[in-house]
Structure formats: C-alpha cells, structure tokens
C-alpha cells in the first residue's frame, strides 16, 4: 500500500508543475511583434548651408560716454593666444575709423609695430591686462584733531 500512496504523491506533484507551468505560460501577456517599419530608398541628406557668422558689432561705436576699462599704461595681451599687444599709449573719446564710423578707441604702443587704434569695445572683449601701470598713492594724512608725539 505504501508504494501505491508514494507513486499517487508523486504523479498529484508532477500534475501540479505542469498544471502551475501551463498556467504561468497562458496567464503572462502575449508578447505582440512590432509593425514592420515600410522601408523606403534612403534621400541623401540636404546640403547643410555653411553657418555664418555675424562679425561682432561694436557697443562702443557712437558713444560719447564710454567707460574706459583699461588705462594708460597697461600692457596687454590677446586672450585667445596670450600674444603682447603692447602698452595703451592714449584714450581717444571720438577716434575716427577708416569705415567712416566714430567712437572711443585705444591707441596701443608696441616695440614692433608703432601705435596702433582699436575700438574700445572690441578690444576690451579681447584682452586682458598683463601689467599694470605704476600708480602712486599719496601717504595718508592724519586724521584732523589728532596730535603727534
């Protein structure tokens, strides 16, 4: 009798899993394939138009009352190449430009190339100061009311 109850266990078991397979194998959401994608000849690509780059327009040009951002003295250099540019010799309030506009300018000084004009904004978008000027400061008075010993 032992013998009939195990293999009755065993064959209730295997009926189980293939009844729990069947059922995990039905209940799991059919995986649907996706609609082919019409192939058609491929277009070559349209020519890409070369970007253009406006040149940079001057913010100075016009003004009067331009800032000045460096001063007579300072030796520059370009920002992009750390090249010399030279030391600002003068500021000009209404420089004269060979494209008939007017404005602020910097008139460089440089061992090379003698004085040369820039306009005032586009050089200092351009470049940085490398040495400063020698500036003097006066010493400091004393305060009014107060005795020296």
């Given at each position: 009798?032992?013998?009939?109850?195990?293999?009755?266990?065993?064959?209730?078991?295997?009926?189980?899993?293939?009844?729990?397979?069947?059922?995990?194998?039905?209940?799991?959401?059919?995986e649907?394939?996706?609609?082919?994608?019409?192939?058609?000849?491929?277009?070559?690509?349209?020519p890409?138009?070369?970007?253009?780059?406006?040149?940079?327009?001057?913010?100075?040009?016009?003004?009067?009352?331009?800032?000045?951002?460096?001063?007579?003295?300072?030796?520059?250099?370009?920002?992009?190449?750390?090249?010399?540019?030279?030391?600002?010799?003068?500021?000009?309030?209404?420089?004269?430009?060979?494209?008939?506009?007017?404005?602020?300018?910097?008139?460089?000084?440089?061992?090379?190339?003698?004085?040369?004009?820039?306009?005032?904004?586009?050089?200092?978008?351009?470049?940085?100061?490398e040495?400063?000027?020698?500036?003097?400061?006066?010493?400091?008075?004393?305060?009014?009311?107060?005795?020296?010993?």
């Open positions: 009798m032992a013998s009939l109850h195990s293999k009755m266990l065993g064959s209730a078991l295997i009926a189980a899993l293939v009844l729990i397979a069947v059922i995990a194998l039905l209940g799991r959401p059919r649907s394939t996706p609609p082919q994608a019409v192939s058609r000849p491929a277009e070559p690509p349209a890409v138009a070369p970007a253009v780059v406006p040149a940079p327009v001057s913010r100075s040009k016009g003004q009067s009352d331009w800032a000045f951002f460096f001063r007579t003295g300072d030796t520059l250099s370009r920002m992009a190449d750390g090249s010399t540019l030279g030391v600002v010799a003068r500021l000009e309030r209404a420089h004269s430009f060979p494209d008939g506009s007017s404005g602020p300018a910097y008139v460089m000084r440089s061992p090379g190339q003698g004085e040369q004009v820039f306009d005032a904004d586009e050089l200092e978008r351009s470049a940085r100061v040495s400063v000027r020698d500036v003097l400061v006066p010493p400091a008075r004393p305060a009014a009311g107060t005795a020296h010993h």
